[in-house]
Nanobody
Framework: QVQLVESGGGLVQNGDSLRLSCEPS????????MAWFRQTPGEEREFVAA????????FYSDSVRGRFTITRDNAKIAMYLQMSSLKPEDTAVYYC???????WGQGTQVTVSS
């Protein structure tokens, strides 16, 4: 496994923007697909977005497509989630995921007030 450290969460208002970061501890992580998931209390963790190792292919859930953008910087060995037009229903703990290494981050809380 590889350690994944998220940052950038916080409390924002409806319509605001926020950028999350994920930094793997292992430099070889640049060669793997990475993803963001989110979870609210009592619910299963749900897929948000994923990006290929080159950063040229991205996938989004229907609920965030057009508002969120996933990117990565392999020189810095980091992945980002730019979230715009945030809604209260985006409130959740957001997790970084590296499926090939079976790794999850510890999560970062995003709260959007109405």
């Amino acid at each position: 496994q590889v350690q994944l450290v998220e940052s950038g969460g916080g409390l924002v208002q409806n319509g605001d923007s926020l950028r999350l970061s994920c930094e793997p501890s292992d430099g070889t992580s640049r060669f793997y697909t990475m993803a963001w998931f989110r979870q609210t209390p009592g619910e299963e963790r749900e897929f948000v977005a994923a990006i290929s190792w080159r950063g040229d292919v991205a996938f989004y859930s229907d609920s965030v497509r057009g508002r969120f953008t996933i990117t990565r910087d392999n020189a810095k060995i980091a992945m980002y989630l730019q979230m715009s037009s945030l809604k209260p229903e985006d409130t959740a703990v957001y997790y970084c995921r590296m499926p090939a290494r079976n790794s999850w981050g510890q999560g970062t809380q995003v709260t959007v007030s109405s």
